[in-house]
T-cell receptor, first 114, second 115 residues
């Protein structure tokens, strides 16, 4: 596609439920990033994929968060037993080579846990 | 974790004036980037400056980098109402044990340009 696509754009879920957030990166981009952004804050790093493997998952807040990228393209961020504090906008970005090079962001998924 | 910190947190100027925002970071870097975020959600890349560069221009944007002070500034000249947005710097934090660099963002400067 022309840009990074994230679905759904909005997700409301009940506390304790499981959610999956999807990211379709730009075709051919080897690097994929997940960030979380709360109101008035900068994007907070969660995880970085280079190809199919997680190059750095040090930003995942706890073991309720998990992300996969099985074929080196689409990625899914999975959150188990959601908590109200998980409410935020989840941003995905991709770049051609990784490192600190130009990244292209999707419009994000706004997750609200009620 | 957030590596960078922007200053000021908020800035309000008249159209036509210049806007300057600063970013300070903690560890040595390879590159520093500036991004813009409108009130929607996506971030848009503005400019990248490498650690061996001191200044870079792109249209009305001028970025400087002082690695000795671990700081960068973004200058927007002749601002327009359409420049109203939040601006973030992004830095890499060096390599982890696998040789990969993660990119982290600062806290942002919220710029308002009044027509």
């Amino acid at each position: 596609g022309a840009g990074v696509s994230q679905t759904p754009s909005n997700k409301v879920t009940e506390k304790g439920k499981y959610v999956e957030l999807r990211c379709d990166p730009i075709s051919g981009h080897t690097a994929l990033y997940w960030y979380r952004q709360s109101l008035g804050q900068g994007p907070e790093f969660l995880i970085y994929f280079q190809g199919t493997g997680a190059a750095d998952d040090s930003g995942l807040p706890n073991d309720r968060f998990f992300a996969v990228r099985p074929e080196g393209s689409v990625s899914t961020l999975k959150i188990q037993r959601t908590e109200r504090g998980d409410s935020a906008v989840y941003l995905c970005a991709s770049s051609r080579y990784g490192g600190n090079t130009e990244a292209f962001f999707g419009q994000g998924t706004r997750l609200t846990v009620v | 974790s957030q590596q960078g910190e922007e200053d000021p947190q908020a800035l309000s100027i008249q159209e036509g004036e210049n806007a300057t925002m600063n970013c300070s970071y903690k560890t040595s870097i390879n590159n520093l980037q500036w991004y813009r975020q409108n009130s929607g959600r996506g971030l848009v890349h503005l400019i990248l400056i490498r650690s061996n560069e001191r200044e870079k221009h792109s249209g009305r944007l001028r970025v400087t980098l002082d690695t000795s002070k671990k700081s960068s500034s973004l200058l927007i000249t002749a601002s327009r109402a359409a420049d109203t947005a939040s601006y973030f710097c992004a830095t890499d934090e060096g390599r982890n044990s696998g040789g990969y660099q993660k990119v982290t963002f600062g806290t942002g400067t919220k710029l308002q340009v009044i027509p």
